[in-house]
């Protein structure tokens, strides 16, 4: 018995909140990264979803090209924090003010 495209996209909305409330209400940059990552696993699940109801494989392949920017952004971004840390000795949001001029 196939699980209903509703039940996806509740999952998925579910999935995509609590990685918006990360992003919201975290201060350190490696939770907010990690949160992003979430959001954007939430919207691989709707374009997935889809894809299934329309009997189309447009939206899998759209997902495939979003994990693999996905996997760049998570390269790009802990070089950024690795090297915020050796400089700054923290990840914290708020304590960072390496980038005003």
């Known amino acids: 018995m196939p699980v209903p495209a509703s039940h996806i996209l509740v999952f998925s909305l579910v999935l995509f909140a609590i990685g918006m409330l990360g992003v919201l209400t975290r201060r350190n940059v490696l939770i907010i990264l990690m ?23 447009g939206g899998q392949v759209f997902s495939v090209f979003t994990i693999v920017v996905a996997a760049g952004e998570v390269a790009v971004g802990l070089a950024i924090v690795l090297a915020l840390f050796r400089n700054r000795d923290t990840v914290m949001v708020d304590e960072v003010h390496i980038m005003r001029g």
């Open 35 to 57: 949160s992003i990552e979430l959001m954007m696993n939430a919207a691989n699940i709707n374009f997935v979803a889809f894809s299934r109801q329309l009997n189309n494989i």
